[in-house]
């Protein structure tokens, strides 16, 4: 593993240990209340879900046109990440949206386009899981897809008339509620770093495994 | 005769009033309007406090228990590839075959 690994640790462990005081003095929503606070979870998680649905795109464009297997391997530990970041956004929404909504569950470009994305990258897992030989370059093609999605994910919010709060509220953040977002925001795009080294190694692990049975057959 | 006049008149004035009632009544409602930006307030008022706490609670608790578990997941699977590779390694170093 590399060097800067357990820098990174320390690093992260340190940004979510202080999130929770971050985000507890943070104001209160003038409307939403203590609800709101959710935010400071959802964004970032959800923001740190492109940036690895991304990553696994890119990834796995390089895979199918130079066959890297390193390649595959980022790739495929950014789809489970994708995953992972893509659950945790689509549990805490409606959990926000019960209380500023009324409603757990709105069909509404943005969550059901977030929803669509999170089952590509799903479909892409279950491919390399049972998708049998081959099935590397056949997910690597849905990851590309997967990672297309993004931007109307993003804008989905801009293009269409949705409930759910636009990529205003971001820019126009207070600078008491910007300071907390930003810190979870680092906190995870570090968790995400982390993540992503870590998995890569098991697949690397995995490779040589799979190296040494065909060393033993022969 | 005169009742089942009475009793049919009766029934389409029920269908005249109440369908459109019944229409109003499924109309959709109205969404609430689009947010712009967020408002920092220093007190919560006292009927937020206590429905939200639980939502807020849970989304941070499935946040923390989502990559808490993945984490034990990618370090049992390292675990158990390790085993495998010491055990390969193991084998081919005294030259056996699986």
């Known amino acids: 593993m590399h060097k800067s690994f357990p820098v990174l640790l320390v690093l992260t462990i340190g940004l979510f240990a202080y999130a929770p005081f971050a985000i507890i003095n943070a104001p209160y929503e003038a409307t939403m209340g203590l609800v709101q606070k959710i935010f400071y979870f959802h964004v970032p998680t959800a923001i740190t879900m492109f940036v690895a649905a991304f990553t696994c795109g890119i990834a796995s464009a390089i895979f199918l046109f130079t066959s890297r297997r390193g390649a595959d391997r980022v790739g495929f530990a950014a789809a489970e990440i994708t995953v992972l970041l893509g659950l945790i956004v689509l549990v805490s929404g409606p959990l926000w949206a019960r209380k500023a909504w009324g409603v757990w569950w709105q069909w509404d470009a943005r969550l059901t386009s977030t929803l669509v994305m999170w089952l590509v990258f799903q479909a892409y897992l279950l491919l390399r899981r049972f998708g049998g030989p081959g099935s590397e370059k056949l997910s690597a093609a849905v990851a590309m897809f997967g990672a297309a999605l993004v931007p109307f994910v993003y804008w989905s919010v801009n293009l269409w008339r949705t409930v759910h709060p636009t990529t205003n509220v971001i820019p126009t953040l207070a600078p008491s509620m910007r300071t907390p977002f930003l810190w979870c925001l680092a906190a995870f795009m570090c968790l995400f770093v982390l993540l992503i080294a870590a998995r890569v190694e098991l697949e690397k692990r995995r490779t040589r495994l799979d190296d040494l049975y065909l060393a033993l057959e022969d | ?98």
């Open chain 2, 1 to 98: 005769m005169t009742s089942f006049r009475f009793v049919r008149a009766l029934l389409i004035a029920i269908l005249l009033v109440g369908a459109p009632v019944a229409a109003m009544a499924q109309a959709p409602q109205p969404q609430p309007p689009q947010q712009e930006g967020f408002v920092p307030v220093d007190q919560l008022p006292g009927q937020e406090a206590l429905p939200a706490a639980p939502l807020v609670a849970a989304a941070y608790g499935v946040a923390w228990a989502a990559v808490l578990i993945y984490l034990f997941s990618i370090w049992k699977r390292l675990g158990t590839v390790e085993r495998e590779l010491t055990e390969v390694t193991r084998r081919l170093e005294s030259g056996g075959r699986r």
